[in-house]
């Protein structure tokens, strides 16, 4: 069986979550021994590729180039590769594709809160999953949170949805004490300090952490760090900081290596978080050693299990609270990162891998 896995824009040093869940997807689908053939259909050059598979290069493209390939070419180029089945990674299914077909959707956020995206983008997804999940063979949704949201608000999906979950490789947070130090004094930063990963976007609910942590800076001790792209909003938080937010910090995107050193740095991991689709930067913080601190949004309570301190969404004096008892309590933390570690072994991309290449087949043989 010929399976393509179409992985768009993907070279991109600082990937988002999205980028970072197709990136070990594929590293795993490499490890698992199967038959079948692999056209990976992308513009990033070293993502892992299944053996005996072969590269279909794309070039990296803006948002127009992007909507043309997708509505205009790619169907075509899959009928050029001879595929029995399409993974589309990114959520778009085109029309007239004449193998199978599954679409992974991470959320569908926008649809529960339509007020933390933009209006265009928001019209153009809502037409455009719809259809996807309509065309699709099978749909693949991270969690269960996310597979019942696609249920209910895509009525074309119902009998079609899968859940997959992700997994988390930490062997990619793995780095040595002193080259942690050393990415991390490069970015300016010095423990302690509670950390944040994610990008800065109004669902983030970046400003309640802000508030929370000026409620309680003093008796912390500990300063406050971001990292993340600015998305639909965080323009506003941004120059909320600029403002004067004492004792946090900004970085920006940063690359995976800082990512980890940032990690491993860490006295608490804190994601307040609105709603989430799978939730893997709270992973990625338990099985780098880091407690965790999050919300009963989405699929979070899904992925952390009691392996963290979950608050409501939006509740600033519960996630005061939560940092001050996690911060004043080193037991606490123990109990957390020791909590985390097994939570993160129920969470393997070799399962994730398997699982998906059964779909294929399934998708393929419906076809």
Not at 240 to 251: A, D, I, P
Request: proline residues 6%; hydrophobic residues 40%.
């Amino acid at each position: 069986m010929r399976i393509g896995i179409y992985a768009p824009n993907l070279a991109t040093p600082a990937p988002s979550g999205v980028e970072r869940y197709i990136t070990e997807l594929l590293r795993a689908l490499s490890a698992t021994p199967t038959s079948h053939e692999f056209a990976l259909i992308s513009d990033a050059a070293d993502l892992p590729l299944p053996s005996g598979g072969r590269r279909v290069p794309l070039k990296s493209m803006g948002r127009l180039s992007r909507l043309r390939f997708d509505h205009c070419r790619l169907a075509g180029l899959a009928r050029d590769e001879r595929l029995d089945v399409l993974h589309c990674t990114k959520s778009f299914v085109p029309k007239g594709l004449r193998c199978g077909s599954l679409v992974s959707v991470y959320d569908v956020i926008f649809l529960k809160r339509p007020e933390c995206y933009p209006l265009g983008w928001r019209l153009y997804w809502t037409r455009a999953l719809r259809a996807s999940v309509e065309r699709a063979s099978a749909v693949v949704a991270m969690s269960d949170a996310t597979a019942r949201d696609v249920e209910s608000l895509l009525p074309e999906a119902r009998g079609k949805v899968h859940t997959v979950r992700t997994g988390v490789n930490a062997a990619s947070f793995a780095l040595s004490n002193e080259e942690a130090e050393r990415l991390r004094e490069k970015r300016g930063v010095r423990p302690p300090y509670l950390l944040y990963v994610g990008n800065i976007t109004r669902r983030k609910n970046v400003p309640v952490l802000l508030d929370a942590y000026e409620s309680v800076r003093s008796a912390l001790g500990a300063r406050l760090v971001l990292a993340g792209a600015l998305e639909f909003g965080g323009g506003e938080v941004l120059e909320r900081m600029r403002r004067g937010s004492e004792g946090v910090t900004y970085l920006g995107r940063v690359s995976d290596e800082e990512l980890a050193a940032l990690y491993q740095g860490a006295l608490a991991f804190v994601y307040p978080s609105q709603d989430e689709g799978f939730g893997l930067p709270v992973l990625e913080a338990m099985a780098s050693r880091v407690p965790v601190i999050t919300t009963t949004g989405g699929a979070l309570p899904e992925a952390v299990g009691d392996a963290g301190l979950l608050v409501s969404p939006g509740s600033v004096p519960e996630l005061a609270e939560a940092m001050k008892r996690m911060v004043g309590d080193p037991r606490l933390r123990e109990s957390f990162i020791t909590r985390g570690l097994t939570r993160v072994a129920e969470h393997s991309w070799s399962r994730t891998a398997q699982q998906t290449i059964a779909l294929y087949e399934k998708a393929a043989a419906q076809r």
